[in-house]
């Protein structure tokens, strides 16, 4: 009796339903709409730059607003590209360092906290990666002398 309830308990453990097939997601940041995404804020960096250095700060600071939500769409990704992050790194540096000109230091904090966690998490670590890393720190270093004040 024993053997034949095994037995059966056997069997019907090999009736259960098969695995799920695994399900190959595509890349995000293959989609050609990654690319241009990635390209159009290189573009609003370059314009941004541009605007600044003629001294035209409100021109500038409205394309850095215009450019967040861009921002937050290449990053969502879970792996986004490296391009994707220098050009998000350069533009919420430059937004921080207007920030912080225009004494708005807790706002300046956050976009550079932004830069600290991203240069610290990335993968590989590299000079470029070590140079950006300091650059975040340096700067919340230079918002928090000014709060203190």
Known sequence: M???LLVVCILLAGCASAPPPLVKVAD??????YGRGV????????????????????EAGAILTKAQPM????????RPT????????NLDQMYGQMLLSNHHYGWARMMFQKN???????????EDTARRLKLAVDSIAECDRNISQ
Request: without cysteine; aromatic residues 4%; proline residues 7%.
């Open 2 to 4: 024993k053997n034949a």
């Open 28 to 33: 995000p940041t293959a989609d050609p709409a």
């Open 39 to 58: 390209e159009e804020l290189a573009k609003m960096y370059r314009e941004a730059s541009g605007l600044l250095e003629s001294k035209k700060a409100d």
């Open 71 to 78: 921002i937050e769409k290449v990053l969502s990704v879970p």
């Open 82 to 89: 490296r391009a994707a992050l220098e050009v998000s790194s």
């Open 116 to 126: 600290l966690a991203r240069w610290k998490n990335a993968v590989p670590q590299d």
